[in-house]
T-cell receptor, first 115, second 112 residues
Framework: DAGVTQSPTHLIKTRGQQVTLRCSPK?????VSWYQQALGQGPQFIFQ???????QRGNFPDRFSGHQFPNYSSELNVNALLLGDSALYLC??????????????FGQGTRLTVV | GENVEQHPSTLSVQEGDSAVIKCTYS??????FPWYKQELGKRPQLIID?????GEKKDQRIAVTLNKTAKHFSLHITETQPEDSAVYFC???????????FGKGTRLSVIA
């Protein structure tokens, strides 16, 4: 049973560039949530995708966008990168279809460094 | 929206002692409270969770308690071991897939 997988594991980008991060959810899961974890902080919710639509969004600018594909995998795109976007980006998958079942399982994360 | 406060930010205990981490939440609609353990450079791992229809839950050396009236929940680790050293996060969420809101974490150090 495959867990949540993310790619790439590490990435270095220059200010102003754009980046795409990828996530494959745990087998059987249909919902993907993205979090940003700055050093020494807890994960901060960016947005959540279910049925290929953004369902919930946290307090992040429009430079952060995403997509979910029919196979439930997801991408996180960040445009016009700032130094402050340097963080660990975590993907969490869960199951929306089963009422009350809200366990979220995290991928290993993508460490993004903006220089 | 939901706000989760977590204390203490750092905690050092002697091996074999107990450790307690406390969290408070603000949204009375929250009904799901997981705890995650994150070791250095690794992903957060779900270690235990509790729902609002339960006051306490145990899993071997780990227990979580929930006080809905006071809007606080706690993680208790007994007989701590060096491998319990990590950062622990509490979180709160609502029904369905309401996004989890995390505390800022507690760095637990178990001293052998």
């Amino acid at each position: 049973d495959a867990g949540v997988t993310q790619s790439p594991t590490h990435l270095i980008k220059t200010r102003g560039q754009q980046v795409t991060l990828r996530c494959s959810p745990k087998s059987g899961h249909d919902t993907v949530s993205w979090y940003q974890q700055a050093l020494g902080q807890g994960p901060q919710f960016i947005f959540q995708y279910y049925e290929e639509e953004e369902r919930q969004r946290g307090n992040f600018p429009d430079r952060f966008s995403g997509h979910q594909f029919p196979n439930y995998s997801s991408e996180l795109n960040v445009n016009a990168l700032l130094l402050g976007d340097s963080a660990l980006y975590l993907c969490a998958s869960s199951l929306m279809r089963v009422k009350g079942k809200t366990e979220a399982f995290f991928g290993q994360g993508t460490r993004l460094t903006v220089v | 929206g939901e706000n989760v406060e977590q204390h203490p930010s750092t905690l050092s205990v002697q091996e074999g002692d107990s450790a307690v981490i406390k969290c408070t939440y603000s949204d009375s609609a929250s009904n799901y409270f997981p705890w995650y353990k994150q070791e250095l450079g690794k992903r957060p791992q779900l270690i235990i969770d509790i729902r609002s229809n339960v006051g306490e839950k145990k899993d071997q050396r780990i227990a979580v308690t929930l006080n809905k009236t006071a809007k606080h929940f706690s993680l208790h680790i007994t007989e701590t071991q060096p491998e319990d050293s990590a950062v622990y996060f509490c979180a709160a969420g609502g029904s369905g897939n309401t996004p989890l809101v995390f505390g800022k974490g507690t760095r637990l150090s178990v001293i052998a």
